[in-house]
């Protein structure tokens, strides 16, 4: 393959050299090869070939854990392109199958959130949080300030954004601006939207 591949390059044929890596993409059955033509298409620029590849991955990957971790890098590229419907579609996908795993749940809620979609996040950790995984209720919610009586608690979903963020603090997001967004659009009371960390770029 990499014989061949750079004949084609060095007669700058790169038409040649996508159909070249793309049919060996669906003929292929190796997952070390399909890593090599990964590696090449992205490297060449042919969009289409990584694509095909994640796509052929899947299709191949008999391991659970490992074709979720193929599907997600679908959605990335699919959101780097940036074609958001289509990641999406993937990442939902993704989490409906699979509920109950927390770097699936933290997948769909960083997406969400990147994507200008914070009811969604929100609604993604409280359905975590209503779970009956502890692991889930540990990472997604917080203990509700002191009420005064006959004041009911806040409903998970008021209480599970801030402290999964706070569990999150690498995640490279501005969030000031995204507070009076949450007020408008996920009907978060003005108490939950204080305790959301004030994380810079």
Known sequence: ????????????????????????????SSPELLEDLGAAAARLGFENVRESVLERQIALATDDVERIR????????????????????VIEDVLRANPAILGVVRAATDFYWRNHLPEQAVDTLAAAARSSNAVFKKQFTSKPPRKPPNRPSPPVRETCLPN??????????????????????ASISSSAISMLPRLRT
Do not use: C, G, H
């Open 164 to 185: 999964y963020w706070r569990a999150n603090r690498s995640t490279r997001i501005t969030w000031q601006p995204w507070r009076i967004r949450m007020r408008a659009q």
């Open 70 to 89: 193929l599907r997600l890098a679908l959605a990335r590229y699919y959101e780097s392109k940036p074609d958001v419907a289509a990641a999406r579609t």
């Open 1 to 28: 393959m990499a014989l061949r591949l750079a004949i084609l390059e060095q007669q700058n044929r790169r038409d040649d050299a996508a159909a070249f890596l793309l049919s060996l993409t669906r003929s292929t």
